[in-house]
């Protein structure tokens, strides 16, 4: 069983930044891709990023290419989004997720683990 908690979330000005981290425990970390996924109120929750099991290999939502890079650091289990060029439609529950299988995934149905959210606000 794979523990995940994000944090870094936060109000931030349009054209601002965050980072995002999400520290998984319980399970081996480098045996599972990793993605971020988010939340609007009232709207279905959405993909935004993934990263492969080694690394090499990442998948960005259009609406987040060219303003966010996700990366993993296996020695520390974690697993960060950094988003630039913030927009308030960027605001949110951010969600990281655990996916078990080879791939790299977007689909919410593919990931077996997830956190419990952090919250971003861009304001305009």
């Known amino acids: 069983q794979v523990q995940l908690v994000e944090s870094g979330g936060g109000l931030v000005q349009a054209g601002g930044s965050l980072r995002l981290s999400c520290a998984a425990s319980?399970?081996?970390?480098?045996?599972?891709?990793m993605g971020w996924f988010r939340q609007a109120p009232g709207k279905e929750r959405e993909f935004v990023a993934a990263?492969?099991?080694?690394?090499?290999?990442?998948y960005y939502a259009d609406s987040m290419k060219g303003r966010s890079t996700i990366s993993r650091d296996d020695a520390k289990n974690t697993v960060y989004l950094q988003m630039n060029s913030l927009k308030p439609e960027d605001t949110g529950v951010y969600y990281c997720?655990?996916?078990?299988?080879?791939?790299?995934?977007?689909?919410?149905?593919?990931?077996?683990?997830w956190g419990q959210g952090t919250q971003v606000t861009v304001s305009s």
């Open positions: 997720a655990a996916d078990r299988s080879v791939g790299l995934s977007n689909t919410l149905a593919d990931y077996d683990y």
């Open positions: 319980g399970g081996t970390f480098n045996r599972y891709a």
């Open positions: 990263i492969s099991r080694s690394g090499s290999a990442r």
